[in-house]
């Protein structure tokens, strides 16, 4: 009898060892120790790029002429403006000390003038387009923060009209539905260095009608280091992340934005202030997620 009651202590006891390993196990894969590559069980990771290569399913040059800025974007990684190296992407400005011709078009048809400034800007458009779910990049600008950089990590509506026009439904003009904008990270040079934007366009309802400021706030960060940058559909709501931790809010703002959505990265050079050395944006990856 004294055996098998010892016999039996020892099984309990062995149980609930048992149980405490998997439930720790199960927390320490939960617990965002991967630098939030992987999902948890509330979403499922339908798009990932980690830049071990350019991948032209995932992405696709941009080339057009917005906000007045004083670059020109080339394809194809002319001048290494979209360099993918080390696993990471590196879109960049650069000036390459000469003017040259540029084949940006703004939305009224006018030509960019001859600069000597070229960047990188990649969509994923007409490759990987989402409606609502969870978009996130780990990301960091190199080096110091100076007047004039404008990089940005953002999503836009894919019925948007601006090129690469490739679909017959791409006819909606920004910022309306199916036009829409989100900006994820953006940071203004000429506004000082620490800090990014994040927040939505609100459409005013006409064609290029868009209300910048009033959905969006400024959040400090260290620029240089790698973060990550995402917004989330949490019911109506739009919830901007930093590192995972909440830091902005679009309360019932999400319907707004039912359309399938599509991602840039990009680097401008947004006023005529001087720049000194290359700027470089360094991605080291994206996703999306879709709630299960």
């Not at 403006?81 to 006018?110: F, Q, W």
Request: glycine letters at 8%.
């Amino acid at each position: 009898m004294k055996k098998r009651k010892i016999l039996s202590i020892l099984l309990v006891g062995l149980t609930v060892i048992a149980v405490y390993l998997f439930s720790d196990i199960s927390v320490l894969e939960s617990s965002g120790t991967d630098n939030g590559v992987k999902g948890n069980s509330e979403w499922d990771i339908d798009f990932f790029d980690d830049f071990d290569s350019f991948n032209p399913d995932n992405w696709q040059d941009q080339r057009i002429w917005v906000n007045n800025e004083k670059q020109c974007y080339v394809p194809d990684n002319q001048y290494g403006t979209r360099e993918v190296s080390e696993g990471t992407l590196k879109i960049k400005v650069i000036n390459i000390g000469k003017k040259i011709e540029c084949d940006n078009m703004d939305k009224h048809g006018n030509q960019h003038p001859e600069t000597s400034y070229i960047a990188g800007r990649i969509a994923s458009k007409n490759r990987k387009e989402f409606v609502k779910g969870k978009w996130t990049a780990r990301l960091r600008i190199q080096g110091q923060s100076q007047a004039s950089m404008f990089p940005a990590w953002w999503i836009l509506g894919a019925q948007n009209n601006e090129p690469p026009v490739q679909e017959p439904d791409e006819n909606i003009c920004w910022p309306l539905t199916g036009s829409g904008e989100i900006d994820i990270f953006e940071h203004h040079g000429d506004y000082g260095s620490g800090h990014y934007t994040t927040g939505a366009i609100k459409s005013l309802g006409e064609c290029d009608k868009g209300d910048w400021w009033s959905l969006r706030t400024s959040a400090d960060t260290i620029l240089s280091d790698f973060n990550t940058y995402s917004v989330e559909w949490e019911g109506s709501d739009l919830v901007y992340r930093l590192n995972d931790k909440e830091v902005y809010r679009n309360e019932g703002l999400g319907d707004n934005y039912p359309e399938p959505m599509f991602a840039i990265l990009n680097f401008a050079k947004i006023t005529d202030s001087p720049m000194d050395g290359e700027w470089v944006m360094e991605v080291d990856w994206v996703k999306h997620e879709s709630r299960i």
